[in-house]
Antibody, heavy 120, light 106 residues
């Protein structure tokens, strides 16, 4: 069984950057990917970014693509999302979700979420 | 960019009733659609993938159907724990967006 664990809550000032990490345990090959999804307070789910463990290919949502970078360390099955030039609109819970063959790459294993608060 | 719309926004039903939730894509996504359930204060949970396949551990009362642009999630007989928000998501072309959600209320 795969488990995904994320780093802890962050409080940042407007204009700062934040880096959130997640680590998966239980994948037995590199045929998996991480997706970052965020949820602003009281709002729905917003797809943010994706990275493949197989070849480190990435894809980003248009709304953040100029400010976000996702990376992966396959030796530790860990992924990282850095979001720059933060504004109050970036305040949200950021989820990291793992996907692989068993769910045909839909989001089967979710981390616990990381609350990022942007406030002056 | 593909846009998903969900209807209704809110569905008020009682335990034992049948729930039918809809998701429509702005262009064809074949069967590359999933459904997730999110309860208050909890992480989303994958229910259905590729339109009609139940994820591991999901009860048989949950079923999905559809292809192309129109999809349905059906809960055959609602249990008290099924009252939650349901999201659809596609993975047909980047970005793999979510729908706005349907709130299933008691």
């Amino acid at each position: 069984q795969v488990q995904v664990v994320q780093s802890g809550a962050e409080v940042k000032k407007p204009g700062a950057s934040v880096k959130v990490s997640c680590k998966a345990s239980g994948y037995t090959s590199d045929n998996y990917a991480f997706t970052w999804v965020r949820q602003a307070p009281g709002q729905g789910l917003e797809w943010v970014a994706w990275i493949s463990a197989y070849n480190a290919d990435t894809n980003y949502a248009h709304v953040v693509q100029d400010r976000v970078t996702v990376t992966i360390d396959t030796s530790t099955s860990s992924a990282y999302m850095e979001l720059r030039s933060l504004t109050s609109d970036d305040t949200a819970i950021y989820y990291c979700a793992g996907s692989g063959d068993s769910s045909l790459y839909f989001l089967e294993y979710w981390g616990q979420g990381t609350l990022v608060t942007v406030s002056s | 960019e593909i846009v998903l719309t969900q209807s209704p926004a809110t569905l008020s039903l009682s335990p034992g009733q049948r729930a039918t939730l809809s998701c429509r894509a702005s262009q064809t996504i074949r069967n590359y659609l999933a459904w997730y359930q999110q309860k208050p204060g909890q992480t989303p949970r994958l229910l259905i993938y590729t339109a009609s396949n139940r994820a591991t551990g999901i009860p048989a009362r949950f079923s999905g159907s559809g292809s192309g642009t129109d999809f349905t999630l059906t809960v055959s007989s609602l249990e008290p724990e099924d009252f939650a928000v349901y999201y659809c998501q596609h993975r047909s072309s980047w970005p793999f967006s979510f729908g706005p959600g349907t709130r299933l209320d008691l």
